[in-house]
């Protein structure tokens, strides 16, 4: 695909790991969906200044309660969802059920994912979390302090702090010996306004001192251009 004059690559999709929906969905039966994404609150601890969920904020129930959020990733599991990401609407970990709820999804058959901005992602929820997720991404719209706390309508100090979070949550992937488990981070990179999926540990060393680079994220290939 190509936009104003530049190739447009896209990230592959899956579809062809789920066959049998695919085949159901051919002959016109129902199938569970293969992935839900749950916004779990919406509030945020971060004023991006192209937010697209920012009028959410208005609404009187800003967020799902215990009982309810974990009903649902039970319900999920036993009606054959494959896997669930809480993304979207707000900060996840503004919800103070959100780790919870990715254990309980794990433990009722879901293949559990999460979006943040990594904020809130200390190492205590990572020590917590990562045994029962099977990707997450921290997004971040810089790579650069300031320019982070612009782009985010938040103090430099969040960025520092989301750095030190990536840190942790990478070696305590390597601690506890999930490889499989996939952490990632897209950045747009200004004035280009490019878009690209790397692993933590590929980013600039002196960003996250310590971090070693590997290979083992699928998504290394993908690079999704905008400019
Ligand atoms: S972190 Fe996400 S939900 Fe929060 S303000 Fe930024 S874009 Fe919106």
């Known amino acids: 695909m190509r936009k104003n004059g530049k190739r447009l690559q896209v990230l592959p999709h899956k579809l062809l790991h789920h066959l049998e929906a695919l085949s159901s969905w051919k ?3 129902y199938f569970p969906p293969v992935q839900v994404e749950l916004g779990a609150t919406y509030r945020s601890n971060q004023r991006c200044r192209w937010c697209y969920t920012a009028y959410l904020r208005e609404r009187k129930h800003l967020e799902l309660d215990r009982a309810v959020f974990m ?3 039970e ?3 036993s009606a054959g969802i494959a896997s669930v990401c809480l993304q979207g609407c707000g900060e996840p970990f503004m919800n103070p059920h959100s780790v919870e709820a990715i254990v309980t999804g794990k433990a009722s058959g879901l293949d559990m994912a999460v979006i943040t ?9 990572a020590v917590e979390c990562l045994p029962h997720l099977s990707w ?3 997004s971040a719209l810089e790579a650069d302090a300031k320019m982070y706390a612009y782009a985010h309508g938040c103090s430099e100090a969040q ?3 989301l750095l030190r979070n990536i840190h942790a949550a990478t070696r305590l992937k390597n601690t506890i010996g999930h490889p499989e488990l ?3 981070t897209m950045m747009f990179r200004t004035p280009y306004l490019c878009e690209v999926e790397v692993t933590p540990s590929a980013l600039p060393q002196p960003l ?3 971090v070693h680079t590997r290979d083992a994220c699928p998504c290394r290939d993908t690079v999704l251009e905008l400019c």
């Open 159 to 161: 960025y520092r702090r």
């Open 117 to 125: 901005n990594g904020v809130l992602f200390t190492e205590d929820k």
């Open 27 to 29: 002959k016109g039966e």
């Open 75 to 77: 319900d999920l599991g």
């Open 136 to 138: 997450m991404r921290f």
């Open 208 to 210: 996250l001192p310590g």
């Open 182 to 184: 996939v952490l990632s």
């Open 71 to 73: 009903k649902i990733m």
